[in-house]
């Protein structure tokens, strides 16, 4: 990218430009957040200057973005100059859904996402319980039958048999059904009569739960906190800077949210804002949770059959489970909104998301709307939406905090969605383009481990979904996974390369730079000069996704690509 047309001179005296270099600094001052950091030499991405090829960092914020030329100016005032050698500097990516502490479990631990058949997976699990002997349980996850030849999970004997009667707990991909040998059932006493307890098949709801929880609490907090830093360590090497944590007690425990809240708060790496899932509000603002939110569950999920509709699944007799109808959802935001906190509700299926509006519709009848759109609470996944939801999401500001890598794993002609609903409901999944027509924030997220920590990889999902109607320009869904993440829990001034911005920020090895989008007239004209767009990578399926060489968490570096 060439050098800035803007004229150099208004870029200098911008406002937030970096102190007079020639005042002295303290050793304070030059301690990692307080550096004062030139880079140069690249392409950065920011709407304060579409050619900008220099930018920088003071005191944990962008001060400048600008021209190589007006980057003269600042190089022998800075701490450290950086020659960026052609790469390109974006703002951080914020993963809205992650459930840390499982992502790195499932790191450390038995990976089953890409089997391909039971049998693949039956001795990946003899393999992992010999390699592990002295595990008090064994934990696994990512199984997912819909892609079996066989189109069944592994059956309890066969588990103990693989095991050798040891304890193992086996998540379904989505993470809302489970199968579990016979002796991590009887560390859950009760379990065989809970809710969810169908001898043979996968458990869910209130025996998952349980059962859930006793494998859990055989992890010891060394491991848990190995596991929290192994998760937050792959995030920084993927140039994410910021993660929603969504606990709560039908997900994990008390100990767990605050011991990772604390090691993030101790130690470098991405910023982890806390959401906890739980109806008792009092209870999440002691925890220290930004919300009592996220995955409250008003529902299950699609793959589980637990996805709450209006009409049966496709491949099963039932319309799913309702966890929180539309009186517990208006109670719960009613509480939320005098509280000062945000809400936030787990709704997949058609009914719960219409719970959800319904409720939401509810509370803003009592506290009024204009306090429920400011408190902008969250709905997390929202894949089934219709047009008057839509409507509801955009007039009540909710947040459509959303997985695009979905799409990519279960959309498509042959793909799970088409087998849970029939390919007429399967074709209204995962709308994000309606959504943003409506003008309803999108905030994008991995929910990992139910699918990996992948920043560019769900940016292209939602740019290239299956459906071709419900896509977004590239540009938009970069939008949603970094401006987006910030603006869902409050803040307006982050998630983007401008002065006075948080200096949170990659640095990637990538191609050419372009802009994508669904409408050719629509990308022929950002790449105008005129238009002032600046490009992203090519994401076309098969391009290959930008390499982070570097990342950086409020002027703190927390990742360096090794050799480089």
Same mark, same amino acid.
């Given at each position: 990218?060439?050098d800035?047309?803007?004229?150099?001179?208004?870029?200098?005296?911008?406002?937030?430009?970096?102190?007079?270099?020639?005042?002295?600094?303290?050793?304070?001052?030059?301690?990692?957040?307080?550096?004062?950091?030139?880079?140069?030499?690249?392409?950065?991405?920011?709407?304060?200057?579409?050619?900008?090829?220099?930018?920088?960092?003071?005191?944990?914020?962008?001060?400048?973005?600008?021209?190589?030329?007006?980057a003269?100016?600042?190089?022998?005032?800075?701490?450290?100059?950086?020659?960026?050698?052609?790469?390109?500097?974006?703002?951080?990516?914020?993963?809205?859904?992650?459930?840390?502490?499982?992502?790195?479990?499932?790191?450390?631990?038995?990976?089953?996402?890409?089997?391909?058949?039971?049998?693949?997976?039956?001795?990946?699990?003899?393999?992992?319980?010999?390699?592990?002997?002295?595990?008090?349980?064994?934990?696994?996850?990512?199984?997912?039958?819909?892609?079996?030849?066989?189109?069944?999970?592994?059956?309890?004997?066969?588990?103990?048999?693989?095991?050798?009667?040891?304890?193992?707990?086996?998540?379904?991909?989505?993470?809302?059904?489970?199968?579990?040998?016979?002796?991590?059932?009887?560390?859950?006493?009760?379990?065989?009569?809970?809710?969810?307890?169908?001898?043979?098949?996968?458990l869910?709801?209130?025996?998952?739960?349980?059962?859930?929880?006793?494998?859990?609490a055989?992890?010891?907090?060394?491991?848990?906190?190995?596991?929290?830093?192994?998760?937050?360590?792959?995030?920084?090497?993927?140039?994410?800077?910021?993660?929603?944590?969504?606990?709560?007690?039908?997900?994990?425990?008390?100990?767990?949210?605050?011991?990772?809240?604390?090691?993030?708060a101790?130690?470098?790496?991405?910023?982890?804002?806390?959401?906890?899932?739980?109806?008792?509000?009092?209870?999440a603002?002691?925890?220290?949770?930004?919300?009592?939110?996220?995955?409250?569950?008003?529902?299950?999920?699609?793959?589980?059959?637990?996805?709450?509709?209006?009409?049966?699944?496709?491949?099963?007799?039932?319309?799913?489970?309702?966890?929180?109808?539309?009186?517990?959802?208006?109670?719960?935001?009613?509480?939320?909104?005098?509280?000062?906190?945000?809400?936030?509700?787990?709704?997949?299926?058609?009914?719960?998301?219409?719970?959800?509006?319904?409720?939401?519709?509810?509370?803003?009848?009592?506290?009024? /709307? $204009?306090?429920? #759109?400011?408190?902008? *609470? @969250? !709905?997390e996944?929202?894949e089934?939406? =219709?047009?008057e +939801?839509?409507? %509801?999401?955009?007039?009540?500001?909710?947040?459509?905090?959303?997985?695009?890598?979905?799409?990519?794993?279960?959309?498509?002609?042959?793909?799970?969605?088409?087998?849970?609903?029939?390919?007429?409901?399967?074709?209204?999944?995962?709308?994000?383009?309606?959504?943003?027509?409506?003008?309803?924030?999108?905030?994008?997220?991995?929910?990992?481990?139910?699918?990996?920590?992948?920043?560019?990889?769900?940016?292209?999902? /939602? $740019?290239?979904h #299956?459906?071709?109607? *419900? @896509? !977004?320009?590239?540009r938009?869904?970069? =939008?949603?996974? +970094?401006?987006? %993440?910030?603006?869902?829990?409050?803040?307006?001034?982050?998630?983007?390369?401008?002065?006075?911005?948080?200096?949170?920020?990659?640095v990637?090895?990538?191609?050419?730079?372009?802009?994508?989008?669904?409408?050719?007239?629509?990308?022929?004209?950002?790449?105008?000069?005129?238009?002032?767009?600046?490009?992203?990578?090519?994401?076309?399926?098969?391009?290959?996704?930008?390499?982070?060489?570097?990342?950086?968490?409020?002027?703190?570096?927390?990742?360096?690509?090794?050799?480089?």
């Amino acid at each position: 990218m060439s050098d800035s047309t803007a004229d150099p001179e208004s870029n200098h005296a911008a406002p937030g430009t970096p102190s007079d270099p020639h005042t002295p600094r303290t050793e304070d001052d030059r301690s990692s957040g307080a550096r004062t950091v030139l880079l140069r030499g690249g392409e950065v991405h920011s709407p304060a200057d579409a050619f900008a090829t220099a930018m920088v960092v003071e005191r944990g914020q962008v001060a400048w973005v600008g021209s190589e030329g007006a980057a003269d100016a600042f190089s022998d005032g800075v701490d450290e100059v950086v020659d960026l050698e052609g790469a390109l500097v974006t703002p951080a990516f914020t993963d809205a859904h992650v459930h840390t502490t499982a992502t790195g479990l499932a790191l450390t631990g038995l990976d089953l996402s890409g089997v391909r058949t039971l049998a693949d997976a039956m001795a990946r699990v003899r393999d992992f319980a010999a390699s592990r002997p002295a595990d008090r349980v064994l934990l696994g996850h990512g199984w997912d039958a819909a892609r079996w030849p066989e189109r069944r999970p592994p059956r309890r004997a066969e588990l103990d048999e693989a095991t050798g009667g040891r304890p193992l707990y086996l998540s379904r991909i989505d993470v809302h059904s489970a199968v579990a040998t016979t002796a991590l059932l009887d560390m859950a006493p009760g379990v065989r009569g809970a809710a969810g307890f169908t001898d043979g098949e996968p458990l869910t709801r209130d025996a998952h739960h349980a059962v859930r929880a006793a494998a859990f609490a055989a992890v010891t907090p060394r491991q848990r906190t190995e596991a929290q830093r192994a998760a937050l360590r792959h995030a920084a090497s993927l140039g994410i800077g910021s993660v929603h944590e969504c606990a709560g007690p039908e997900i994990s425990s008390e100990d767990d949210f605050t011991g990772l809240l604390r090691l993030a708060a101790e130690e470098p790496g991405p910023r982890v804002i806390g959401y906890w899932a739980e109806q008792d509000v009092t209870r999440a603002r002691e925890l220290g949770a930004a919300g009592a939110a996220g995955d409250l569950f008003v529902d299950g999920a699609l793959g589980s059959h637990t996805a709450c509709l209006h009409r049966p699944y496709a491949d099963a007799g039932h319309s799913g489970t309702a966890y929180l109808d539309t009186a517990a959802v208006a109670a719960h935001v009613v509480a939320c909104t005098e509280a000062g906190l945000q809400a936030g509700f787990h709704a997949i299926g058609d009914a719960a998301v219409t719970s959800v509006v319904e409720g939401m519709r509810a509370a803003a009848e009592k506290v009024g /709307a $204009a306090r429920v #759109r400011a408190a902008r *609470h @969250r !709905v997390e996944h929202a894949e089934m939406l =219709t047009p008057e +939801t839509i409507a %509801g999401f955009a007039d009540l500001g909710l947040t459509a905090s959303v997985q695009p890598a979905f799409d990519a794993l279960w959309g498509g002609e042959d793909g799970m969605y088409v087998q849970r609903l029939g390919a007429e409901r399967a074709r209204t999944l995962n709308p994000f383009a309606a959504l943003l027509r409506a003008g309803v924030p999108l905030a994008f997220g991995s929910d990992s481990p139910v699918t990996p920590l992948d920043p560019w990889g769900t940016v292209r999902a /939602a $740019a290239f979904h #299956r459906t071709p109607e *419900h @896509r !977004v320009s590239v540009r938009a869904a970069f =939008t949603a996974h +970094t401006r987006g %993440g910030w603006r869902a829990v409050g803040r307006d001034d982050a998630g983007v390369l401008v002065p006075g911005a948080p200096a949170d920020y990659a640095v990637w090895r990538t191609g050419e730079l372009l802009v994508q989008a669904p409408d050719d007239r629509v990308a022929r004209w950002s790449t105008d000069p005129r238009s002032g767009t600046p490009g992203l990578p090519d994401l076309t399926p098969g391009a290959r996704l930008p390499v982070c060489l570097r990342t950086v968490v409020d002027g703190r570096t927390v990742f360096v690509r090794p050799d480089e």
